[in-house]
């Protein structure tokens, strides 16, 4: 009764809302992580109390987790990378007109995963804590190979592309400073390497940055692809409260797989996510409608990576490990307070430990309250034109991919990876599973290494990988996963062969290209002969994967028939994006608000002088200079992060 007085108390109250409202913001905003707004907050909460400070980074958490669902269904950007997986469904709702119908049932299953994970977090801690310290070395190698393939069934397009997708990813992890032997590799001698790629900016280089692009290559085909998102479907929250309630299975498996994910050390939401949704499409009876505007798949991936939350905490104050990254750095806030996590921090601190965790489970009721109180406000975004969304979406990407670490190679990192995905999209390239790719290569890396090194001093690294309930189980899973990806590709054939009369020739530009891509992998297998045996054993995995894969669509081009390929040939558009993406690049010559105003007005009056819309200037010049002040004010008055300057001639 103490605790729940103190819980109650009007500043305590006040704080977690008040973590609520910004980790919703910073969700929202594209490449403002749960753990760059946690990280932000820490300094702000030295000259608070120890209980007010953890709620207020509690709330930021919970918020920020499901603030990432907003983009991530009304943009198909996510705003954190917990919510790649709400992409898959909730931005075919909102392009069907059911922005506000997607956004309430995440919403709703946000809280229902939340407080599952909570409820495990009070009740459950030491028990699932003995369960997550049993996942060593090669569980956490079989999990992540285990997301990668499943990520690659999963998303769109065909699932050796999809692979080879997920390889591409690992192997922009293999850049940097190795985690285990401490040595840098693949830097080509130069120094902005060495620490490797940011995830914040490949995200922002695979989703947001390609997002934006489309939209302004949409823009030649007229109003009907500008007002394509417009709430079309009349929505009740009622009714989106029946609708989760009718599907109890996604929500049970979402937050049941989300906390023990989250347990988990290193793995996150991410992985929680794409998880949680392919075992939910696994066991619904409807799995082709998954991808294409499914209720189940947004339930299942927004009960999983809010579910997270209360997993990742547990072995963070059980005994001091994170189970994510964002607990990473709320472990730092524990400690900046005097509060060390383990088993006597229920007894010596008992009255802060317990009303943070009570305050967690009332966090899910104000979420649940503050989300469906802004869903028609958040909706309303969708009507906003596409001639001033996507250079805002540029806009906020660059400014994200900065404050990061504050440097200009995330900016170009995010620019590069997100030309090339564009490029890669029209060739059916999903970025789903590079992103997984990249996130989970170093997870799996490392518990190889350190798994062969285990297994040599026992005797057998063969034995040691193989052997365990936890192995074997994980191993099985990926069989079954490629073993359906493979009757998949196997049925399709089968129902395509009546379609093609007479003898076909092969498809010899698709065939030249899968054939030179293939060689360059067997280039650099044989370069990383000359590596030590700890630096090229994955990378020469992920390279004899990647060639399989590769063979077999130079094999597939010879055989079927010639892939569609979707490239825009208007020369206006050609040149509009050749300008925007210029200007991008120029951030450290303009400095960030300067750009920021001529990206605003470069877009709308090239659409004016195209006559593809009637635009007033004026207007124009209204909205960009509102929007640059907009950004001044967040990023710089209130966040007071640095950005990008124009330099002092």
Not at 525 to 550: C, D, K, W, Y
Request: hydrophobic fraction near 50%.
């Amino acid at each position: 009764m103490d605790i729940l007085l103190q819980l109650f108390e009007v500043r305590h109250l006040l704080m977690l809302v008040l973590g609520l409202c910004l980790g919703i913001a910073v969700g929202a905003l594209p490449g403002l992580t749960p753990t760059m707004g946690v990280a932000l907050t820490i300094p702000f909460t030295f000259s608070l109390g120890a209980t007010d400070g953890l709620i207020l980074l509690g709330g930021i958490y919970c918020g920020s987790v499901f603030g990432g669902s907003i983009p991530a269904i009304l943009f198909n950007v996510p705003g954190a990378p917990a919510s790649v997986a709400t992409t898959f469904d909730g931005y075919p709702m909102a392009q069907k007109g059911k922005a506000r119908k997607a956004l309430e049932l995440a919403t709703i299953a946000s809280f229902a995963g939340g407080v599952i994970g909570m409820i495990l977090l009070v009740f459950f801690a030491p028990v699932l804590t003995e369960f997550s310290l049993a996942f060593g070395p090669t569980e956490s190698f079989w999990i992540a190979l285990f997301g990668i393939t499943v990520i690659a069934v999963i998303s769109e397009g065909g699932a050796a592309k999809n692979m080879l997708g997920g390889c591409l990813g690992i192997v922009l992890s293999f850049v940097g400073i190795s985690t285990v032997t401490g040595t840098a590799r693949f830097t080509f001698g130069i120094d902005s390497f060495v620490g490797g790629f940011h995830v914040v900016a490949v995200l922002i280089g695979l989703f947001a940055i390609p997002q934006a692009f489309r939209m302004i290559e949409d823009l030649s085909e007229g109003n009907q692809k500008i007002k394509r998102h417009k709430q079309t479907t009349a929505s009740s929250i009622r009714q989106s409260f029946g609708d989760v309630l009718k599907r109890p299975k996604a929500v049970t498996i979402g937050s049941g797989v989300g906390a023990l994910i989250g347990m988990l050390p290193g793995a996150g939401g991410n992985v929680a996510s794409v998880l949680a949704y392919n075992e939910v499409r696994r066991f619904s009876k409807q799995k082709n409608a998954f991808g294409n505007g499914e209720k189940q798949g947004i339930i299942a991936s927004e009960s999983a990576n809010n579910a997270m939350v209360g997993g990742s905490l547990i072995p963070l104050l059980t005994l001091g490990i994170p189970g994510s990254p964002t607990a990473a750095i709320f472990l730092g806030g524990l400690l900046i307070h005097g509060i060390w996590p383990g088993r006597n921090l229920f007894v010596e601190h008992a009255d802060v430990a317990y009303t943070f965790i009570y305050s967690m489970i009332l966090a899910q009721f104000f979420l649940l309250v503050l989300g469906l109180l802004l869903v028609t406000h958040i909706a309303r975004l969708t009507s906003i034109p596409t001639y001033y969304l996507a250079p805002a979406i540029l806009s906020l990407s660059i400014i994200g991919a900065f404050t990061t670490q504050n440097s200009l190679f995330d900016v170009y990192t995010a620019l590069i990876l997100g030309l090339l995905m564009f490029v890669l999209q029209k060739f059916q390239f999903s970025p789903a599973p590079i992103a997984l790719g990249f996130i989970l290569g170093k997870i799996a890396e490392e518990g190889l290494l350190q798994g062969i090194q285990i297994g040599t001093a026992q005797g057998s690294p063969w034995l040691y990988f193989f052997s365990g309930t936890w192995n074997l189980l994980l191993c099985s899973f990926i069989l079954i996963t490629v073993g359906i990806a493979v009757y998949r590709g196997l049925k399709n054939r089968a129902n395509q062969q009546p379609t093609l009369e007479g003898k076909r020739a092969p498809d010899y530009w698709a065939v030249s290209g899968w054939f030179i891509a293939g060689a360059l992998v067997i280039v650099c297998l044989v370069l990383l002969n000359s590596m030590p045996f700890e630096l090229r054993i994955f990378p020469q995995l992920t390279f004899s994967a990647m060639l399989g894969f590769l063979l077999y669509k130079a094999v597939q081009a010879v055989k079927r028939p010639k892939e569609r390929v979707s490239f825009t040939f208007d020369y206006s558009i050609v040149m509009c994006l050749v300008l925007v993406a210029t200007l991008s690049f120029l951030t450290n010559l303009l400095g960030f608000y300067s750009q920021t105003f001529l990206l605003m007005l470069l877009v709308p009056i090239f659409v004016h002088l195209q006559k593809w819309r009637k635009l007033r200037p004026l207007h124009i010049l209204f909205v960009s200079c509102l929007f640059t002040m907009a950004l001044y004010a967040v990023f710089t008055l209130l966040l007071k992060v640095p950005v990008p300057i124009m330099p002092q001639l």
